[in-house]
């Protein structure tokens, strides 16, 4: 039985005191403890929602990281920063990293062996855009970005990381991929997982499902096979991630 993650991706939302504010607001309605829960916050939200989240089951995460340990790398953070920081996941590779920032297949490769190399749990974020879909290419697009992704990590290695699939036409904008596609894609995923490592492995690796998660579809996309939990954008800056929390 895999243990569900829900984690809130804020993206570039909330000033170091709005941070704050959030997690005393949401702090004691995400007190589930049968799941994970994971605060992803912009760098800069990082040591005072580690501060502000103290004591509770709050596990606080990364949006982004660098590759490199320290050095001439001027606005990037390293990994050794955010675990001395008290971060234990990061996002890798999310769509608008990918859109925005170029960052491709090979390097993404990278930041997940670095994260795992500093015990970081990575949530490596993958998904096609809507012309794909219509083109009938999903899963094998997928399939592509995911072996890439796990391009040298070992087994043992792999059960530390988390997928989450997130169809980019269904990020931010309410149109919330039906239960039936999410769970084909994150089906298929853990076949390509299964294919690159064996079939104990790919059971363990949890697999969520992010794009318009809300407080009214959550319990339904979470009682899929394969959807372990989800990767929430918007909703998770509102008292309704809670609703998501304790689907
Ligand atoms: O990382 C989260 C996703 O991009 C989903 O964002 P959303 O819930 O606002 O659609």
């Given at each position: 039985m895999r243990r569900k993650v829900i984690a809130g991706?804020?993206?570039?939302?909330?000033?170091p005191s709005e941070a704050v504010k959030l997690v005393n607001d949401l702090k004691d309605n995400v007190a589930n403890t049968a799941v994970d829960v994971v605060f992803c916050v912009p760098a800069i939200d990082i040591v005072p929602v580690v501060e502000a989240a103290k004591g509770t089951n709050i596990c606080v995460g990364a949006e982004n990281m660098y590759i490199?340990?320290?050095?001439?790398?001027?606005g990037e953070i390293s990994p050794n920063m955010l675990v001395d920081a008290g971060v234990s996941h990061v996002i890798i590779g999310h769509s608008e990293r990918r859109q925005?920032?170029?960052?491709d297949d090979e390097f993404l490769n990278k930041k997940v062996k670095k994260a795992i190399e500093h015990k970081l749990i990575p949530i490596i974020c993958c998904g096609e855009t809507l012309e794909q879909r219509e083109e009938g290419v999903t899963l094998t697009f997928v399939k592509g970005q995911i072996k890439a992704a796990y391009e040298g990590v070992s087994a043992a290695d792999a059960l530390n990381t988390i997928v989450a699939y997130e169809p980019i036409w269904a990020i931010g904008t309410g149109k919330v991929a039906t239960t039936e596609q999410a769970e084909e894609v994150c089906a298929s995923i853990r076949k390509d997982l299964e294919e690159i490592y064996d079939t104990d492995t790919a059971s363990k690796i949890r697999i969520l499902y992010g794009g318009s998660v809300n407080g009214s579809n959550a319990a339904e996309l979470f009682a899929q096979e394969n959807i372990d939990g989800g990767l929430v954008g918007?909703?998770?800056?509102?008292?309704e991630f809670a609703n998501i929390v304790n689907y």
């Open positions: 991706n804020w993206k570039m939302n909330m000033t490199e340990e320290k050095g001439a790398y001027t925005y920032f170029k960052e918007g909703a998770s800056l509102k008292p």
